[in-house]
């Protein structure tokens, strides 16, 4: 008896406190609604307007696309609701924290109206892939580079060290989960064990010791940075990668697309990549033109050795390739553009993480 009326006692606290946040969110949005009001101008901007039967379908891709919007200089709004802002709210707060979008339907002249017809988070699917009709919205960066500003970084102008850099999280716990879904690609903890078990590791546990490797340089070395030993901060990610010629394309935790892989691209590092990743890209990638391409573990480790084969010259021709690829498909401009230009014709696709996987599995 006493057993139930603690579980009782438990429950009703937890009720309780979902409660007091639910009004404390309510006084939010009715704040973010006060101070957000449609500007006189409205009618004489680029508009784009979501109405969406689930805001949080595609959880923190949403926030990247309304700020690859903003950037382009569109004013963005969204239906209005509580329930919508309670959605996004989840896992894609930076939107109001930065007071990317208004509440309500504008009904502009030309405006871009989104909603599930014309907006899927269903996005490997086959139709996905093969349809002329259709236009998957490319992998982005970390939401956080686009709110701090930080893809718009310079890249700095030095030599850069014939070596592989990747810094991330390699927790096999989270990073096994991609073994039971449909990608043929290895896990990114194996890569690690791949690479440690090599002479081309480089172990790397202390900031101090990678900026001591930096200012000595280093070749024909693999770095691999473990999140859970130190922690690159993100001002400082983009410069680092600046400083390598390679970087190990590691899939993500469900899926094989990860944002480090887009970080890399920005700067022109060159991508060592499985053979299935790549080709999840949109135009695929290809060997030797913008990445170099493994095929399995077992292939990995010879592909490396060919990467740090390669003549200078064939390295800064493809680090450019990789660059214009990610200029040409992959920055605020580009998706803005493509969408423009297909608006009336195609259907979007926007990932969305585990709500992306759900739809392979059916």
Same mark, same amino acid.
């Given at each position: 008896m006493k057993k139930v009326l603690n579980g009782l006692l438990i429950k009703n606290k937890n009720r309780f406190r979902f409660l007091v946040k639910l009004v404390c969110l309510f006084k939010e949005y009715k704040c973010y609604q006060f101070n957000h009001r449609f500007p006189a101008t409205l009618k004489a901007t680029k508009v784009a307007y979501f109405d969406l039967k689930d805001f949080h379908n595609h959880k923190f891709y949403f926030y990247c696309l309304i700020k690859f919007f903003k950037i382009e200089g569109y004013?963005?709004?969204?239906?209005p609701g509580f329930r919508n802002f309670y +959605?996004?709210?989840?896992?894609?707060?930076?939107?109001?924290?930065?007071? +990317?979008?208004?509440f309500g339907n504008p009904k502009t002249h030309n405006q871009l109206s989104f909603n599930?017809?014309?907006?899927?988070?269903?996005?490997?699917?086959?139709?996905?892939?093969?349809?002329?009709?259709?236009?998957?919205?490319?992998?982005?960066?970390?939401?956080?580079?686009?709110? %701090?500003?930080?893809?718009?970084?310079?890249?700095?102008?030095?030599?850069?060290?014939?070596?592989?850099?990747?810094?991330?999280?390699?927790?096999?716990?989270?990073y096994s989960w991609?073994?039971?879904?449909?990608?043929?690609?290895?896990?990114?903890?194996? +890569?690690?064990?791949?690479?440690?078990?090599?002479?081309?590791? %480089?172990?790397?546990?202390?900031?101090?010791?990678?900026?001591?490797?930096?200012?000595?340089?280093?070749?024909?070395?693999?770095?691999?940075?473990?999140?859970?030993e130190f922690f690159v901060p993100q001002n400082e990610l983009l410069n680092t990668l600046d400083s390598f010629t390679f970087f190990l394309a590691c899939p993500g935790i469900l899926m094989p697309l990860s944002h480090n892989l887009i970080e890399a691209m920005s700067r022109g590092t060159i991508p060592i990549i499985e053979k299935s990743y790549a080709a999840l890209?949109?135009?695929?990638?290809?060997?030797?033109?913008?990445?170099?391409?493994?095929?399995?573990?077992?292939?990995?480790?010879?592909?490396?050795?060919q990467a740090f084969d390669l003549q200078s010259d064939t390295l800064m021709k493809i680090s450019m390739n990789v660059k214009h690829y990610y200029d040409t498909f992959l920055t605020p401009a580009a998706v803005?553009?493509?969408?423009?230009?297909?608006?009336?014709?195609?259907?979007?696709? %926007?990932?969305?993480g585990s709500r992306s996987i759900d739809k392979i599995k059916g």
């Open positions: 004013t963005v709004c969204i239906k +959605l996004i709210q989840k896992e894609a707060g930076r939107i109001f924290k930065e007071g +990317l979008v208004f599930d017809a014309n907006l899927s988070v269903n996005y490997f699917s086959l139709e996905a892939a093969n349809s002329s009709k259709s236009y998957k919205i490319p992998m982005t960066m970390h939401p956080q580079m686009y709110h %701090l500003g930080l893809h718009e970084l310079p890249a700095k102008k030095e030599e850069r060290n014939k070596a592989i850099f990747m810094a991330g999280n390699f927790n096999e716990k989270y991609i073994e039971d879904g449909p990608f043929n690609v290895v896990a990114r903890h194996q +890569l690690r064990s791949v690479i440690f078990s090599s002479s081309y590791n %480089l172990r790397i546990k202390t900031e101090a010791k990678l900026k001591g490797v930096l200012k000595e340089g280093v070749s024909k070395k693999c770095l691999l940075i473990d999140l859970e890209m949109a135009p695929g990638l290809v060997h030797l033109n913008n990445a170099i391409i493994f095929d399995g573990k077992d292939d990995l480790l010879l592909k490396i050795e803005v553009s493509v969408i423009e230009q297909r608006y009336n014709s195609h259907t979007f696709y %926007l990932l969305g």
